[in-house]
């Protein structure tokens, strides 16, 4: 999730800043009503402090513990209200808007909205409301909790008891409209990310009448009888679909890899013949399942070398991937969420012992993990499935309720078309169940854009502004496609493919220059804007020497590192996102050969077979093109 500053807080009287400031409390019981009331009662809530604030302001409501029932006691959910900078004309819109996860409301948020607006922050409300479970809002807690260790999710369940049922979508959705009527909010366009899409849909099918229009990206969607069913896809194949989209994309990589999903297949069988320590077949497994971001322009070619003996790609691979975060760290929360709103191949209220047959049962006839076997698997995926057949789930809680009729208002679904977290064809289905729903899916595109900083994320950020403005208008489409996937892993100079132009510069020029390039893609290529996988500031190259990596003057230093074994190069590579164009002014010595000095300059970033070059090689210019390897 993007960081920003923390917001300000409430402007007005002194007392009113200090009410905001303290999390002020109103209590809504008098007028709130259930779920299947909501839209046709005219009792107007009590206005809370925060409604008549004109800077940011965090709040606390009461509602009821179980909305079907008033006399279940209350709990307390927490807010974040961000009024339009405009107070002298009503406005626009009340955007309610959750950024998925589920999880606590942060201290950012307020001033993330406000920037993902630009000018339309003036004149349009922001609503974000805390799921209860989480941060300020009723926490669960367990000591303990480990997703990986049963004995201590079935000690949080005895902890929590029957009252932890109640911490779900369907529940939520209603203290979202509860908070919206204390604020006064009218005239909703939902705004969702992931897991705040699924939210979306449930708020729309129970309050209907208040929702004005809704932008979902990476869409969660409820199926047939209203529950999330991620748990039954298969997340490695979608992984291998991108792979092969991808792969067919790039002149290289369909010329060396004709078959990817074979490739990869015998790739796991050399790994169970032969174990690596370096490379245990669990720790592929991301490789495959996140197949959007840019190091995945390596993943085949760092396969087919592995299988050729060349060791060194995959390895690297595997330690860039993102170690999956602490266990022991997941509240309690995530669990009433993930397992009261899904449906998964167990009866919801059958014994933790029956559960854990039955999942059993269903994974031995459908292999939903291949080519990765059930016990290889360690993704979300993987993990949910078995967690939550030791979690109760006694109560039909379906965050969409089954045959609900949703409203006909403007409906903008979009997904990444490699997103494997959330499916493109749910953005599909999930505009099909709207009237007015439109499907929008971003080529190369992957989970989340509406929360990155890239320029794809820029491009669907500038679609939610023209979407939350004028909801009917049209709207153009986006690409993340910025990459050609790579067909082989060149050892030495000689296995890379030659550059082309220049012709008075001699063979050895040529090939100086060509391993030059690729060294300085090698580095620059995953720290690109695009970029989502974290790496260090500091990193080996991938055959000897190092690469150091400053974000805030994008330049890599490159120190003696070796991308083929007999080219050894040094300079620096930046990298101007303002004019798109990548300079290097480098040192290459080619072993048994003298140092020698040049300058590039190319537009990086380009889903194109050739690039384009220009430079000085011993201060002769040069302009040649350099094909993907």
């Not at 129970?206 to 209203?226: C, H, I």
């Not at 060509?514 to 055959?543: H, N």
Request: include cysteine; charged fraction near 20%.
């Amino acid at each position: 999730m993007l960081r920003t500053h923390t917001s300000k807080q409430a402007a007005g009287t002194p007392a009113r800043r200090l009410a905001c400031a303290l999390l002020a409390t109103a209590t809504a019981l008098s007028a709130v009503t259930t779920p299947a009331q909501a839209d046709t009662d005219p009792t107007p809530a009590p206005p809370h402090d925060c409604a008549q604030a004109d800077e940011r302001c965090d709040g606390t409501l009461q509602v009821p513990l179980n909305w079907k029932d008033p006399g279940s006691g209350t709990i307390t959910v927490a807010f974040t209200w961000v009024p339009r900078g405009d107070r002298a004309r009503p406005p626009l819109t009340t955007v309610i808007a959750n950024g998925g996860g589920p999880g606590p409301l942060d201290p950012s948020y307020g001033e993330l909205a406000k920037a993902m607006l630009g000018p339309l922050a003036d004149r349009v409300d922001v609503l974000m409301v805390e799921p209860r479970g989480f941060g300020r809002s009723a926490p669960l807690t367990c000591d303990g909790l480990d997703i990986d260790r049963p004995a201590t999710i079935a000690a949080c369940t005895r902890r929590l008891g029957s009252r932890a049922s109640y911490f779900t979508t369907e529940q939520h959705a209603a203290d979202i409209e509860a908070v919206r009527k204390a604020l006064g909010g009218r005239n909703v366009t939902f705004v969702g990310n992931s897991y705040g899409t699924l939210i979306g849909q449930a708020y729309a099918a129970r309050f209907p009448k208040q929702v004005r229009a809704m932008f979902l990206n990476s869409v969660v969607a409820a199926d047939a009888r209203g529950y999330e069913a991620r748990g039954f896809r298969n997340q490695h194949q979608m992984g291998m679909n991108a792979l092969i989209a991808a792969c067919r994309r790039s002149a290289a990589c369909a010329r060396a890899h004709p078959h990817p999903e074979r490739l990869w297949e015998r790739l796991l069988r050399r790994l169970r013949s032969a174990p690596d320590r370096q490379v245990p077949v669990r720790a592929t497994e991301p490789l495959l399942i996140a197949a959007s971001v840019p190091d995945a322009r390596e993943n085949l070619a760092a396969a087919s070398a592995y299988l050729r003996g060349d060791r060194a790609p995959l390895r690297r691979l595997v330690k860039r991937a993102t170690p999956t975060p602490s266990p022991a760290a997941l509240p309690p929360a995530l669990f009433t969420y993930y397992c009261g709103d899904a449906r998964a191949p167990y009866d919801r209220t059958a014994t933790a012992r029956v559960r854990a047959r039955q999942l059993d049962a269903y994974l031995a006839r459908h292999p939903i993990f291949a080519p990765y076997t059930a016990r290889e698997a360690s993704g979300p995926t993987a993990q949910w499935l078995r967690a939550c057949t030791y979690w109760p789930t006694p109560r039909h809680t379906p965050p969409v309720p089954p045959g609900t009729r949703l409203p006909d208002v403007p409906v903008l679904a979009m997904s990444g078309r490699f997103d494997t977290e959330t499916a493109p064809e749910d953005a599909t289905a999930v505009a099909a169940r709207f009237p007015r729903g439109r499907a929008l899916n971003i080529p190369f595109g992957g989970h989340g854009l509406l929360m990155g900083t890239g320029p794809d994320s820029g491009c669907v950020q500038d679609l939610l502004r023209t979407f939350v403005a004028e909801p009917s208008k049209p709207v153009a489409g986006c690409s993340a496609e910025h990459y050609r996937l790579l067909g082989e892993h060149p050892r030495r100079s000689a296995d890379l493919p030659p550059i082309r132009g220049g012709d008075d510069l001699p063979g050895a020029a040529r090939r100086t220059i060509a391993a030059a390039f690729a060294t300085a893609v090698d580095a620059l290529a995953p720290r690109g804007p695009y970029s989502t996988t974290p790496l260090p500031a500091r990193e080996p190259g991938l055959r000897g020497g190092h690469v150091r990596y400053d974000a805030k003057t994008s330049t890599v230093t490159l120190a003696h590192t070796r991308y083929v074994k007999d080219v050894q190069v040094s300079g620096t590579v930046r990298y101007a996102p303002d004019t798109g164009v990548a300079t290097a002014d480098l040192k290459a010595k080619p072993t048994g050969s003298p140092e020698t000095p040049l300058t590039l300059s190319w537009r990086p970033f380009q889903p194109e077979d050739l690039t384009r070059l220009q430079g000085k090689l011993n201060g002769h210019p040069f302009q040649a093109t350099a094909p993907a390897f």
